[in-house]
């Protein structure tokens, strides 16, 4: 324990400087959407089990994953009755924790590599990138996804070490082929009654409107008023009563097969108990982005290198359970699971992005982005050390000895072939590179590499504290706003105004609000450009909001807030005076005008 005393007391420092700081940030574009469809999607659970009906579909947001954000709606629920705090500062809190409990997940994973001191430094200088910093405090979806990715795999590696394969050779002719009958039937049954769902509600609808049209079949023998009776009251009725004869076969026929394996096999049950959590955590991680059975490729290939064949009973159970823990908590695929689940997959592959990015100076469609995007951005948004440490790390991983060689194979399954993947098939990205921070994590072990090799505890330190100095000093200066940094190769904040994007998420209207809740007279009226929401959540309640979604306009405002992403604030009211301007060295955030 005492060893870890350092990554704990770092974890620790960073969770009070984030709580000091939590009413600083802003909430980004896309939160009040994400919370509308964890709603959606907490409400199916009844609505789905009682009447067999869900009010979520793909143009609902359906094809995200909503597991997260159901989460944090839970625990918001009753905090926001005991702490009289702006919900919003309550969900980022919740975000904070999870983005520390992935960096400590990240120590964990780079301590099979690297000494404990150079781990740490690796962690850090991760932790206090300024754009992993300020994301982990607003964003719903790539942060907490790199957090639960980095939890999956450090827990799936360890379910590898710890869990020994189940002893198939101790088990008599007769046992095995019960267990392997048994086993058989269990997968067949209970995944054909998931995966038949569309096929059985059709087969249902069938029959009900059969039977309504005067036919003979069983629903006309069991149902005498289905002739006058709408067919949808016996569709749903029957539907559901499926619903739940499903649900109660699943766990029956669960429990006799476990009670079998309990007295065939008991170490069976051992290996079920330590493959629970891993699968637990990487079902979760499925249904935060469509993307988290990489994570699961990742386990996968670490338990054929370490075990071989050998893993396979594991790695079966591992996949079962981690599918049913995506199922049970992603909604949308209730009601067809395979059909829904690839067009999800289809849909996030090529996401269909209307918006515009800038990159370069010039504005280009998401998906037709110049190849040079992410390396650019990898460059230029990350700490002036990084690559330099990383290179250095992965030459002395390359002269290593063979634990070392392994995490060069790691890096490039984790972040080499997903990055030319991206790259090569013109993915769409905007908002920069959030969408694909969780490939980042082994740069930052090579780059914990480096520290290694410096031997002296005196120097290691000094170095691992010069490294870690422009990321800090960048993210201080940046504050609440770190996740627009630029480094200094391009000239920081100067150098990409007006050249790469900035607030793209508008959380600077936090700070335009709090400036016009102190000066605005009483019941003023505000007309707000863009992301109207985001002004709203934190204004006074006496103010009278408009924004470009009302359908009727005031005759005169007393403000106007606008963002510059996209040249909103030259596009509204261009020739009213600016009173205020958020901003960042050269770089304007938000205008506040009064006309």
């Given at each position: 324990m005492k060893k870890n005393y350092?990554?704990?007391?770092?974890?620790?420092?960073?969770?009070?400087?984030?709580?000091?700081?939590?009413?600083?940030y802003g909430e980004s574009w896309d939160d009040l959407s994400l919370q509308k469809y964890?709603?959606?999607?907490?409400?199916?659970?009844?609505?789905w089990a009682q009447h067999g009906v869900l009010e979520i579909s793909a143009e609902t947001l359906g094809n995200y994953g909503p597991a997260y954000v159901m989460a944090v709606a839970l625990a918001v629920r009753p905090l926001s009755i005991l702490f009289p705090i702006n919900p919003s500062d309550l969900r980022h809190f919740f975000y904070?924790?999870?983005?520390?409990?992935?960096?400590?997940?990240?120590?964990a994973l780079g301590l099979r590599w690297l000494s404990r001191r150079a781990a740490l430094g690796a962690t850090l200088l991760f932790m206090t990138q300024p754009v992993f910093w300020g994301h982990a405090f607003m964003n719903p979806k790539d942060t907490p996804f790199l957090a639960f990715f980095l939890l999956s795999i450090w827990a799936g590696f360890k379910m590898v070490d710890e869990v020994q394969p189940p002893l198939f050779h101790s088990l008599t002719s007769s046992a095995k082929k019960i267990l392997v009958l048994l086993t058989t039937l269990w997968l067949g049954s209970v995944f054909s009654a998931f995966l038949f769902t569309p096929a059985i509600h059709a087969a249902l609808t069938s029959l009900v409107q059969s039977a309504h049209s005067g036919a003979a079949n069983i629903i006309a023998f069991i149902a005498s008023d289905v002739q006058t009776a709408a067919p949808e009251i016996y569709i749903q009725k029957y539907f559901t009563l499926f619903l739940h004869a499903r649900a109660f076969y699943f766990l029956f026929s669960t429990i006799i097969l476990l009670y079998f394996y309990s007295r065939l096999l008991p170490s069976a049950l051992r290996v079920f108990s330590s493959v629970l959590l891993p699968a637990l955590l990487l079902g979760f991680t499925s249904s935060i982005r469509i993307l988290g059975p990489f994570a699961a490729l990742l386990v996968v290939y670490y338990a054929l290198r370490v075990q071989g064949k050998k893993s396979l009973p594991m790695l079966l159970a591992y996949a079962v359970l981690a599918l049913i823990a995506m199922y049970l908590t992603w909604p949308y695929l209730w009601a067809n699971p395979i059909g829904h689940l690839w067009q999800s997959f289809e849909t996030m592959s090529a996401y269909p992005w209307q918006g515009v990015v800038l990159y370069n100076g010039i504005r280009y469609a998401a998906?037709?982005?110049?190849?040079?995007?992410?390396p650019v951005l990898l460059a230029i948004q990350l700490s002036e050390p990084v690559w330099a440490l990383t290179l250095a790390g992965a030459a002395a991983f390359a002269l290593g000895g063979a634990e070392k060689k392994k995490l060069i194979e790691l890096s490039v399954l984790w972040f080499l072939i997903p990055l030319a993947a991206f790259i090569l098939l013109h993915s769409a990205l905007y908002d920069n590179f959030r969408q694909i921070i969780f490939i980042l994590p082994p740069v930052f072990w090579a780059a914990g590499a480096a520290f290694e090799k410096i031997k002296d505890i005196k120097w290691q330190t000094a170095l691992i504290a010069v490294c870690l100095l422009p990321g800090i000093v960048g993210g201080i200066r940046l504050h609440p706003y770190e996740y627009i940094y630029y480094n200094s190769f391009i000239g920081g904040m100067n150098g990409a105004a007006d050249t790469f994007e900035l607030d793209y998420w508008a959380t600077s209207y936090r700070e335009a609000a709090e400036y016009?809740?102190?000066?605005?007279?009483?019941?003023?009226?505000?007309?707000?450009?863009?992301?109207?929401q985001l002004f709203e959540i934190y204004a006074r309640k006496d103010l009278k909001i408009y924004s470009d979604h009302e359908v009727e306009r005031a005759a005169a405002y007393d403000y106007v807030v606008a963002t510059t992403r996209y040249k909103l604030h030259q596009a509204s009211y261009p020739t009213a005076p600016i009173v205020y301007t958020i901003a960042r060295a050269n770089a304007a955030l938000t205008v506040i005008k009064q006309p």
């Open positions: 350092p990554i704990i007391l770092v974890l620790v420092l960073s969770l009070l400087a984030g709580v000091f700081t939590l009413t600083d964890a709603r959606r999607s907490l409400a199916a659970y009844s609505t904070l924790l999870t983005y520390l409990a992935g960096m400590a997940a990240f120590y998906t037709d982005l110049p190849r040079s995007y992410l016009v809740n102190a000066v605005a007279p009483q019941n003023s009226i505000i007309w707000v450009e863009g992301p109207v």
